[in-house]
């Protein structure tokens, strides 16, 4: 109790919006399809998030202007450098106790096939229950939508406060479906014994920036995270 309290704590202080446990043994399998054995070993993963400007995201329509294409993109890798130094203080904190943490890269590709992390961010934040898988693939919160960013640490340390998956409340809305440029999103709702696939085109986002790119660093989208009538407040 003491050190989910602590951990709980530091992560508030340090500036994280949510904070979560999540038990792992219901989705062992999932785990272990993206990430093996490196990820499978730890019951346990602590879930942080940030929430994401609300005045750069709600922008985004007008994308195709490069300021507002760069604010996006700064405010994108600023918040996940600052859920990368989080996660690295509560690993620290949780190893100082004498069990094993790990903490999982904000934004960092694993598999360039699947286009994918060692681990689901989303999974864990929807294990803790901060949040619901939408149509969009996007973990999304009752709070803020959409519009977070996550990390994960994967731990061992016996944390007691877990949560449990949240009930999806997207309901008959497709709107993030009907405002996909490349129609990426298949409108299925999140199943937990069903791919990624059944859902979502990872490759045809890829795609769209690459071609929207044209020799720029500073091309994104985001309209689904824009659009989720949760995060539009």
Known sequence: MQLDYQIRIMAEHEGAD???VADLSRAKEAITDQGGEICTQYPKAISIGIRLPQT?????????????AVNYRHAYDITNLRLDLLTSKLGSIIQQ???????VPASERFDNERIC?????KLAANLAGLGWIGKSCLLITPEAGPRVRWATVLTDAPLTITGEPMDTKCGECDEC?????????????FRENEAREERYDARKC???????DEGE?????????????????
């Open 18 to 20: 949510f904070f979560g």
């Open 56 to 68: 750069i995201v709600d922008e985004l329509p007008n994308r195709d202007n490069r300021a507002v």
């Open 97 to 103: 106790e004498g069990y094993k943490a790990l903490p």
């Open 117 to 121: 992390a060692v681990f689901s961010h």
């Open 177 to 189: 479906v009907e405002i996909c440029p490349v129609s990426a999103f298949t409108g299925e709702p």
């Open 206 to 212: 890829e795609e769209y920036l690459y071609n929207a």
């Open 217 to 233: 660093d500073w091309a994104v989208c985001g309209l689904c995270i824009y659009v989720c009538p949760h995060g539009r407040k």
